[in-house]
């Protein structure tokens, strides 16, 4: 079975969290870079066609429709290039700007004499170089190397559609210098990637499910299979939770059990995950439980709500 029975003991009270449904075609223009030195690419545009927009590939575009419960999709979207920047390796790389960085391809798209283009307004922007200058995304667009797999696009990517790392809550762990204290810590999320689990794929490395927490925050989970204890002033219960890879069995798919009267924003979510499809490198079934909370940076400034992996 994809379900589990669990119990639930709890008490509190909830103020429904505002989720920020992102739904239908999500539109990104895939710009594909390299150097002026660089010779001759690894990938053509069609490798890259199917590793981020064509379904059925097991690349970005089927990783988001699963994920998203058919709720988004990547109609309107494009791959253009190879577009040659006017700079070498060492030159682009030189520039020690990331914005920079970005900005020489895009200028190296809208300025090219034979295919020009110019990303329309409301497109989130890939940009994949050849050789690799840099690895990053941002809130609407993500700037990686030709070599990137699945995993690597869709974290960059899901910074892109206005995701954060994931972060667990144990305070030994330190997973790079410029990190924080327990972030890219959980292992079950694509927000950790370089630390989660994977499942190979015909383009490297797939990561697996994203955590309930972000697919809720993305407003991706269906309504109806949402479950907040306590909401109908029933203290006790038993409740079957139906896998997050699972949405065809009955139950639900996430539970959030909020308990701090102070915060009605800090509560523990429930969710189980079953070994198989893009959770198959995981070791074993299991129900995880997150902690969300406010978040702090080094520097004291608030961060919003996260949610931490319980260890």
């Known amino acids: 079975m994809a379900s589990i029975l669990i119990v639930i003991m709890l008490c509190g009270v909830w103020t429904e969290l505002q989720a920020r449904p992102l739904r239908g075609s999500i539109q990104l223009s895939v710009i594909l870079c390299k150097s002026s030195d660089a010779g001759t ?6 490798y ?16 988001w429709r699963d994920l998203s419960y058919q709720n988004v999709n990547l109609a309107g979207s494009a791959v253009r290039g190879w577009y040659t920047v006017p700079k070498t390796t ?3 790389r030189g520039l020690n700007d990331r914005w920079k960085y970005v900005e020489e391809c895009e ?9 020009p283009y110019t990303i329309p307004p409301g497109h989130k922007k890939i940009f994949v170089t050849f050789p690799g200058i840099d690895f990053f995304g941002w809130n609407g667009g993500a700037f990686v190397d030709s070599n990137v797999d699945v995993g690597g696009l869709a974290h960059e990517g899901g910074h892109g559609i206005g995701l954060n790392h994931s972060f667990s809550n144990n305070f030994e762990s330190l997973n790079a210098w410029w990190a924080q204290i327990g972030e890219y810590d959980d292992p079950w999320d694509a927000m950790s990637w370089g630390n989660a689990f994977r499942v190979p794929t015909r383009f490297g490395d797939a990561p697996p499910w994203m955590i309930g927490y972000n697919l809720d925050r993305m407003g991706w989970l269906p309504r109806s299979r949402i479950l907040t204890v ?3 002033g029933i203290k006790h219960s038993h409740i079957t939770l139906a896998a997050l890879s699972h ?3 009955p139950g639900a798919l996430f539970l959030r059990i909020p308990f701090d009267v102070s915060d009605p924003l800090h509560y523990y979510t429930v969710e189980f995950r079953r070994k198989d499809r893009w959770d198959a490198g995981i070791p074993t079934d299991t129900v995880l439980i997150h902690e969300v909370r406010k978040a702090w940076s080094p520097h004291g400034d608030y961060q919003g709500h996260l949610a931490f992996l319980l260890r």
């Not at 064509?54 to 990783?63: A, E, F, P, R, V």
């Open 41 to 46: 690419p690894t990938h053509d545009v069609a």
């Open 230 to 232: 306590g909401a109908n």
């Open 48 to 63: 890259y066609q199917d590793l981020v927009l064509n379904s059925g590939t097991g690349g970005l575009s089927d990783y």
């Open 90 to 92: 060492s030159q682009w």
């Open 247 to 249: 949405p065809e069995t």
């Open 107 to 115: 200028n190296a798209a809208k300025n090219d004499p034979t295919q």
